[in-house]
């Protein structure tokens, strides 16, 4: 299905099944935020300061969805959620679909365009890059596998990509230590602008003038 152009003016957005671990108040500069566990690692998501305040069991299982944020500072995002709702009050009572929701981990989607693309050699490795523009934000993918790297298609091509969570803890300005979360491409595909164009057939009968009508002869004069 080709891009549509609203979609290109959106957030990347997650989902994902994940179990409640902590929750930590804002301070004034970092936001509040529950820490949640999904397969495959433990992310923040960002809440309001009534949510952390009132935080649930720890163990408790959400169903969450949003956006991610982008910050240019340091190349690492935010997740918002705009959407929460309890799925069950721990993993033993999980559903059977619920558990496929779970096993599947977070999900984080979006639409962009390819900036930049290229390869080094250096010392008998080859490293390999790619920088994707979409809305809000222009980040540079580093160290790509082959497989994904051989994915990632010309420079200005439009694409769906899928993103995962590197969690690590850097200095923030003022040396203290936080977790930062920065996004890794683990999926991409090569798609089309939907233009809204008529057919070409049709744009062509379009464009092409009926031909006049032949004049009438003139009546024989007896």
């Known amino acids: 299905m080709a891009i549509e152009r609203k979609e290109l003016a959106q957030l990347p957005r997650f989902e994902g099944l994940g179990k409640f671990v902590y929750a930590r108040q804002g301070d004034g500069v970092r936001p509040s935020t529950f820490t949640l566990e999904f397969f495959g690692g433990r992310v923040n998501v960002e809440v309001t300061e009534e949510e952390a305040l009132s935080p649930p069991v720890v163990g408790t299982m959400f ?121 890794s491409l683990i999926g991409i595909q090569l798609d089309q602008l939907a233009t809204g164009s008529v057919p070409s057939s049709a744009a062509n009968a379009a464009a092409v003038p009926p031909k006049p009508a032949a004049p009438s002869a003139p009546p024989k004069v007896a």
């Open 63 to 183: 169903l969450v969805s949003g956006t991610l944020q982008y910050n240019s500072f340091n190349g690492s995002v935010r997740l918002i959620a705009n959407e929460k709702r309890k799925a069950a009050d721990n993993d033993s009572l999980l559903t059977d679909e619920q558990w496929g929701q779970f096993v599947a981990g977070l999900s984080i989607n979006g639409v962009g365009v390819v900036e930049a693309k290229s390869t080094t050699s250096m010392s008998g490795q080859t490293f390999s890059k790619a920088t994707l523009k979409w809305y809000g934000a222009i980040h540079e993918f580093r160290s790509l596998s082959p497989e994904i790297y051989h994915k990632v298609p010309s420079v200005g091509s439009y694409v769906r990509f899928k993103m995962g969570l590197l969690v690590g803890q850097e200095r923030n300005q003022n040396h203290q230590s936080v977790v930062v979360q920065k996004p």
